[in-house]
């Protein structure tokens, strides 16, 4: 089975800095997926971790350790635009397991 | 716009209807994949075609959904004798052969369904 836990809200400040935190159990592991989805929206890509360390992308960075079932998103610099749910998301051969979101509410 | 696109976006329906979606995923993309996402959870996998093949079909696919890709290009889901329970946003997501099992899925902007 497939078992994948984020928290469900987070708010922070324009300028601050979020980390979302994910945990998985899961049946198979070829890599964690990070999506962005604006309400009413289809997922975008956001990052991707296979090996243990972390992935910076300009104001993204994820971080994985395979050993604690464990990542993290960290969205630095916060905008408005940022506002969004945060999707956690597993992927097992090709298909992908994803967790609830995280709702991310940026206040001025 | 060479992204996946969906058709149509929003579907209302009454129960008992049978509905039919339309999925056109990138092009050259071999691999093409429906979920389901209800509100405040994250998408759920339906099912996966390499080119025309359907590879994988998940539990909750009951007998009542077919999917089909018969030239390995465009796909549809059909759903019959829709329930109220199947409203959802049905969304598709390709991606290419190339570079094996690390490439991203690429997302259509969904197929929002409501049965009355």
């Known amino acids: 089975g497939q078992n994948i836990d984020q928290p469900t809200e987070m708010t922070a400040t324009e300028g601050a800095i979020v980390q979302i935190n994910c945990t998985y159990q899961?049946?198979?592991?070829?890599?964690l997926f990070w999506y962005q989805q604006h309400a009413g929206e289809a997922p975008t890509f956001l990052s991707y971790n296979v090996l243990d360390g972390l992935e910076e992308k300009g104001r993204f960075s994820s971080f994985l350790s395979r050993s604690k079932g464990y990542s993290y998103l960290l969205l630095k610099e916060l905008q408005m635009k940022d506002s969004a749910s945060y999707l956690c998301a597993v992927r097992n051969d090709y298909k992908l397991s994803f967790g609830a979101g995280t709702t991310v509410t940026v206040r001025a | 716009d060479t992204g996946v696109s969906q058709d149509p976006r929003h579907k209302i329906t009454k129960r008992g209807q049978n509905v039919t979606f339309r999925c056109d995923p990138i092009?050259?993309?071999?691999?093409l994949y429906w979920y389901r996402q209800t509100l405040g959870q994250g998408p759920e996998f339906l099912t996966y075609?390499?080119?025309?093949?359907?590879?994988?079909k998940s539990r909750l696919l009951s007998d009542r959904f077919s999917a089909e890709r018969p030239k390995g290009s465009f796909s549809t889901l059909e759903i019959q004798r829709t329930e109220q329970g199947d409203s959802a946003m049905y969304l598709c997501?390709?991606?290419?052969?190339?570079?094996?099992?690390?490439?991203?899925?690429?997302f259509g902007p969904g197929t929002r369904l409501t049965v009355l």
């Open positions: 075609f390499q080119n025309e093949a359907q590879l994988e």
């Open positions: 997501a390709s991606s290419p052969r190339t570079g094996g099992i690390d490439n991203e899925q690429f």
């Open positions: 899961t049946s198979g592991f070829n890599g």
């Open positions: 092009s050259e993309h071999n691999r």
